[in-house]
């Protein structure tokens, strides 16, 4: 295996409650450093994240691709709160690791549900060795969803394998009663589950096996 | 990670609503209940504010306080000082404050115009 550079943006948080913040509008609950999802009122996914607590800004790492979203549906919360967002995506590289050794000057490590994540600033030298089919594969063969393939938009947690970042017993947040109703009532419609090569309408293509977003068979 | 910007780099722009004048109601009943709750002494206000959270995003937040810090407009309803921060006055205009009196989810209600959803338990609303 090796590293790999992902297309992640760094968010940086400041001020006053930022884990109680993040909690109440997330799935997961936020004491700490943690992966948690951000949903909307409908429990769609916004955007699964990475909360890095430092010691004075919580950092919030997610894909490119719903950053304008993950900012839409943090600011439009903050109300009158102390809290600043910074976006320092341009001055950070985002890494995936399965190098536990490797170590970089001023880097920010993080386990991650995916495995290990490497928040470099942008000058540090890197060497990537593993292809995004290779990170396809590790995750097919980890079972673990990613953002633009398994997670997306249109779905909610307990159907892309995110059931593990939707506490079950944590308060109110954004999207929560129908997450419970579904489990509750066992009915989340949809699973995310690996099949043997070939498969159709895959999320993500492995060796041997992928994964896929399917109905849930009675 | 790289944050000898952060300092220097400038805060993501959040867009601040527009402060609206608020006009809120209060029903009988629940005017029967805060005049419980404040007694004689009316030099107390009602205030009613939005926190975010909740099943909807934003839940509401009823307390009777002296003054507070927030930056807020201050109504006088028959005789209750009622104060409404201008940073969620946008959610507020025109809300009917009601007391439900239920054993179970009785208590002070909002019914809220503004609101598209609300969640089960009505204290939180999107």
């Known amino acids: 295996m090796g590293t790999i550079k992902l297309d992640h943006y760094v968010l940086i948080l400041r001020g006053d409650n930022l884990l109680e913040f993040i909690d109440g509008i997330s799935t997961n609950k936020v004491e700490g450093s943690c992966t948690t999802v951000f949903t909307n009122k409908n429990a769609k996914i916004i955007d699964m994240v990475e909360v890095i607590e430092k010691e004075d800004f919580v950092a919030l790492v997610g894909h490119k691709l719903y950053k304008d979203s993950v900012i839409s549906h943090i600011s439009s919360r903050v109300l009158d709160a102390n809290i600043q967002i910074f976006d320092i995506t341009n001055s950070n590289n985002v890494f995936f690791t399965t190098n536990k050794s490797l170590t970089v000057d001023n880097a920010t490590i993080h386990e991650s549900i995916i495995g290990r994540i490497m928040i470099t600033p942008k000058d540090s030298e890197i060497l990537e060795d593993m292809a995004y089919d290779e990170f396809s594969d590790y995750r097919v063969k980890n079972f673990i969803p990613y953002q633009g393939h398994e997670i997306v938009q249109n779905i909610h947690p307990l159907a892309c394998g995110l059931g593990e970042l939707v506490h079950e017993a944590k308060g109110c947040y954004v999207g929560q009663e129908i997450l419970v109703r579904m489990r509750s009532r066992g009915r989340q419609g949809k699973e995310l589950v690996r099949l043997e090569n070939p498969v159709e309408d895959a999320t993500t293509v492995g060796k041997t096996h992928s994964l896929r977003i399917q109905r849930i068979q009675n | ?126």
């Open chain 2, 1 to 126: 990670m790289d944050c000898n910007t952060c300092d220097s780099s400038t805060a993501i722009v959040i867009n601040q609503p527009t402060v609206v004048e608020v006009t809120l109601t209060i029903t009988d009943k629940a005017k029967e209940m805060l005049s419980g709750a404040f007694g004689d002494d009316r030099s107390n206000a009602l205030l009613v504010g939005v926190l975010s959270g909740g099943c909807s995003g934003y839940m509401y937040d009823l307390q009777i306080v002296e003054e507070t810090e927030q930056d807020c407009q201050e109504l006088v309803i028959d005789g209750f000082r009622v104060l409404v921060p201008n940073a969620t006055s946008h959610l507020l205009d025109g809300i009917e404050i009601d007391y439900v009196d239920r054993l179970m989810g009785g208590g002070f209600k909002i019914n809220n115009p503004n609101a598209s959803s609300s969640c089960g338990c009505g204290e939180s609303f999107a």
